[in-house]
């Protein structure tokens, strides 16, 4: 079932780059993966409804027969609501949008583009390491240069765990400020028997 979603995807954003063979021609894929439509849980069926949309934008001699499959009772009718929803709004897309419109709606993935997670920043934000860097300097030249950097990790020295028993480590007592202490010299509290 894992592949039939990883095709679907593939043939619906990349589709039309070998639609030039005639073993993998535009009704050639439609068909291969609905044969496997009856097969998959609802999950896989929402990514094949909307590969079917994409291929109505890639290859538009084939929009009869995947409105067919679209208009179908199965999908209209079903018990998920996801996919009568999908197969009910795919349907008017493909019937009253323009091709340029669809082409808009349903343009390629954009590029995924890198980025740190944030997860990852936090975790190096609370890391127990400190970096330094260093300059290196340039032996060609008499003025210093950054040729190349060092990275120098100093770990932290690590805490003492106070509730760990098993361990030896000595725990100062602190001893707490006196009531007395607060008050200014010469001023006494006590109980009299007065």
């Not at 291929?55 to 009869?64: A, D, G, S, T």
């Not at 980025?115 to 300059?135: G, P």
């Not at 007592?173 to 006196?178: L, N, Q």
Request: charged residues 25%.
């Amino acid at each position: 079932e894992n592949m039939v979603k990883v095709g679907a995807y593939i043939l619906g954003e990349f589709g039309n780059l070998i639609a030039g063979d005639e073993r993998s021609g535009p009704i050639v894929q439609f068909k291969l993966l609905h044969s496997m439509f009856h097969l998959c849980s609802n999950t896989t069926k929402y990514i094949l409804l909307s590969t079917y949309i994409k291929l109505i934008n890639l290859f538009p001699e084939i929009k009869l027969d995947i409105e067919e499959v679209l208009k179908h009772d199965n999908q209209l009718r079903n018990s998920d609501a996801e996919i009568q929803q999908r197969a009910m709004e795919y349907t008017k897309l493909s019937e009253i949008a323009t091709s340029d419109l669809l082409a808009t709606v349903l343009e390629e993935m954009p590029q995924f583009t890198e980025r740190e997670s944030s997860l990852l920043a936090k975790l190096k934000k609370k890391s127990n390491t400190l970096v330094k860097e260093k300059e290196i300097p340039d032996t060609d030249n008499s003025s210093t240069q950054i040729v190349a950097k060092e990275t120098e990790v100093v770990a932290k020295p690590p805490e003492p765990n106070l509730l760990d028993l098993n361990t030896s480590t000595v725990v100062a007592e602190i001893e707490p400020a006196g009531f007395l202490d607060s008050f200014p010299t010469g001023f006494t509290v006590g109980l009299s028997n007065s």
